[in-house]
């Protein structure tokens, strides 16, 4: 919806008191820069495959111990607390402490794979980059320069 002054009102289509102009959002994307399909994603994290299935397995142990840490506060309270048995209760506090502890790794081993995936991709794609650069025709240096033409490109991978 359009306001009087022929801005467009951005999420307040009924009010005219929040106008935004589309051209802003436009210039803010930059259309020379291909847009990537689900299938040449996919294809640029084939590499990766081995990695992202150990963060998938690592995230459904995060999900068991998540799951089975209520469980275990339940006997707590009900086998330990409510019947004063206080060996149960120390045995079940160390059992949380131990899988807070094992959710902690787990969690860590998960964001190194994340951040193995995401360093090597970005160098691939700067390295592509760049040997692209290198075959680009000389002229088009010459318009925009060196510096402004790979920082372009790399500052969009």
Do not use: W
Not at 72 to 88: C, K
């Amino acid at each position: 919806a359009h306001c009087r002054s022929g801005y467009r009102c951005f999420l307040y289509s009924h009010s005219p008191h929040k106008p935004e102009k589309t051209a802003l959002f436009d210039e803010l994307i930059d259309r020379s820069v291909p847009s990537m399909t689900i299938r040449q994603a996919i294809h640029l994290l084939k590499p990766y495959r081995k990695r992202l299935i150990v963060i998938a397995i690592y995230a459904i142990i995060i999900s068991i111990i998540s799951a089975v840490s209520p469980f275990i506060n339940s006997m707590m309270i009900d086998n330990g607390l409510l019947q004063g048995n206080i060996p149960v209760v120390i045995q079940l506090v160390i059992a949380l402490i131990l899988l807070l502890l094992l959710d902690r790794i787990v969690q860590y081993l998960q964001r190194v794979q994340e951040i193995e995936i995401t360093n090597s991709l970005g160098k691939k794609l700067k390295v592509e980059a760049f040997r692209h650069g290198l075959r680009l025709k000389p002229l088009i240096f010459k318009e925009k320069g060196f510096y402004k033409t790979m920082s372009r490109r790399f500052n969009s991978t």
